[in-house]
């Protein structure tokens, strides 16, 4: 069956590298017809912020396969990121990022290295909700929800299990991140006991990385957050050699994206020096997805042979190890003379699919308790006793102050002098009658209404209320952090 599928060359070397996988593609006859949209920088300049044109949707949600080249986000608050942009809104809950190692034909420090990084798109940091609340203080939102979470989890065990892989690692910081993070590592644990044949870990993302860089051979498949994930993949991209090696599938529901993880290497566009590789790489994970894993194994087998061969682009080129140093176009008909070959000593290749795992959230039934209510409060003249001493007055006794915050940090009661303070205070209310023992969370529920007067006395008090977070209890466990000190 031809499959039409739309592609966007993109900014920088990406028309070259384009050009270079498309004829590859066509020498392989993959069963393929193109729609080619505008996206990326021209389209920035042209003064759409948002960097895609309004028709190009119709063409994405039409084809369903989108083949992207890299993008230049020009400088400037101005204009947003269009990566996040398509993977948010077509909803490309996954991005896969498989990297491994060409030893001895590419030069790597890690020749054992074969890692996939699973990495959820959509949440996390990258919600891109920001604000500076305060003269001093910027704030950025790190969202993470149930359905989120547990559809990249199984997506990752998922892949796992059909692609025979043996371990799934996953990296969190929920040391810090008690709830958001710490919800992640829980759902790893609880989802992953459906597969009882899979190797499971979980650890910090800060040794993680530490020990993704000294020996990735440790790791099979790695599941973690947007920000971690976007990390960790740069950093095992490049461990194999290049980041101009690894391609990147974007998967979701319906629509997927299929590009390569680097960037529209500005610095040598227009040269027709850059590698086709990593594009070639997700054009074949593209494949796969299209139900044509034989063309993706003819085309992978030739590339490696073409490695094995010597013939390298620049990035990969080195005296002694390579044979030839060829251009973009080159490489590409290198590759395409070896159509049909097979390497001889790299492992060749046999793509399997991976499937989307069906996914049905159930919303948990949770009994959902309103306790008090965090108000955060913009003040660059007061003590934290002074302010103490104005938001009771203020309150009138209707809800309790239990304590004041400064970036986190408990100040009021009981501060220490040390503690360096902002403009920008939490001030957490509660309950009177509460009688808190964090425990059990034994807060008592309030009324809404309760929160609203609060807000509006401290108004009319002259006290800049710049934000409120209500507090709840989920079937009695407290839905809130404690302040440091607390
Ligand atoms: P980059 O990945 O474009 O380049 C980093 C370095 O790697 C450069 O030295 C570059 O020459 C080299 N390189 C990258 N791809 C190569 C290839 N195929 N062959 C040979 N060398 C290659 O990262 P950057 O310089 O930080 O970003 C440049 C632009 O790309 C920015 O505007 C950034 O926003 C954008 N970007 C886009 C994407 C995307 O579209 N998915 C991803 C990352 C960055």
Not at 279 to 306: D, F, S
Not at 465 to 485: A, C, H, M, P, W
Request: aromatic fraction near 6%; charged fraction near 25%.
């Amino acid at each position: 069956m031809k499959h039409t599928i739309t592609v966007a060359k993109g900014d920088g070397i990406g028309p070259e590298i384009t050009d270079a996988v498309l004829r590859i593609l066509e020498a392989a006859n993959c069963d393929l017809t193109y729609e080619h949209i505008d996206v990326g920088e021209k389209v920035y300049l042209s003064g759409n912020s948002s960097g895609i044109p309004s028709e190009a949707w119709d063409t994405l949600r039409r084809n369903s396969v989108f083949l992207k080249g890299p993008i230049t986000t020009p400088q400037g608050s101005g204009y947003k990121s269009l990566n996040v942009t398509i993977r948010k809104t077509l909803g490309l809950f996954a991005n896969v990022r498989p990297c491994r190692s060409y030893h001895p034909f590419v030069r790597t420090m890690h020749p054992d290295m074969d890692v996939v990084v699973v990495r959820e798109n959509e949440e996390d940091l990258y919600a891109g909700i920001e604000h500076r609340q305060t003269t001093d203080v910027y704030q950025c939102l790190k969202v993470l929800s149930l359905p989120g979470t547990e559809k990249i989890i199984r997506y990752a065990f998922e892949y796992a299990h059909s692609n025979g892989r043996k371990k799934v690692t996953c990296l969190v910081k929920d040391n810090i991140m008690k709830l958001s993070d710490g919800m992640f590592s829980d759902m790893f644990r609880r989802v992953g006991k459906e597969y009882p044949g899979i190797q499971q870990e979980v650890q910090i993302i800060d040794i993680g990385t530490a020990r993704v860089a000294t020996q990735p051979s440790r790791y099979d498949v790695i599941v973690t957050l947007n920000l971690y994930g976007d990390i960790i993949s740069d950093v095992t991209a490049e461990l194999t050699g290049s980041v101009g090696m690894a391609g990147s599938a974007n998967i979701g529901d319906r629509i997927s994206m299929f590009e390569a993880i680097h960037g529209s290497a500005p610095d040598i566009a227009g040269q027709g020096i850059a590698n086709p590789s990593a594009m070639l790489n997700a054009a074949c994970m593209m494949l796969v997805h299209l139900g044509m894993p034989e063309k993706a194994e003819v085309i992978q087998n030739a590339w490696l042979k073409t490695l094995e061969d010597g013939i390298h682009p620049g990035d990969i080129f080195r005296e002694g190890l390579s044979v030839k140093r060829a251009g973009t176009m080159a490489f590409a008909d290198a590759v395409i003379e070896r159509l049909g070959q097979k390497p001889a000593q790299l492992k060749s290749v046999e793509m399997k699919g991976g499937g989307v795992p069906k996914f049905h959230y159930e919303r948990p039934v949770v009994k959902r308790e309103l306790c008090g209510v965090d108000m955060f409060v913009c003040d660059d003249k007061s003590t934290p006793e002074e302010l103490a001493a104005r938001l009771q007055q203020a309150a009138h006794g209707m809800l309790k102050l239990k304590l004041i915050t400064n970036r986190g940090v408990k100040v009021w009661p009981e501060g220490f002098p040390e503690t360096f303070c902002t403009d920008h205070w939490r001030c957490r209310f509660v309950g009177p009658e509460v009688a808190i023992d964090d425990v059990k969370a034994t807060y008592v529920p309030i009324g809404r209404k309760q929160v609203a007067q609060l807000l509006h006395l401290l108004g009319e008090n002259g006290i800049e209320v710049i934000k409120t977070e209500n507090l709840y209890l989920f079937d009695g466990v407290r839905g809130f952090s404690l302040g440091q000190g607390e």
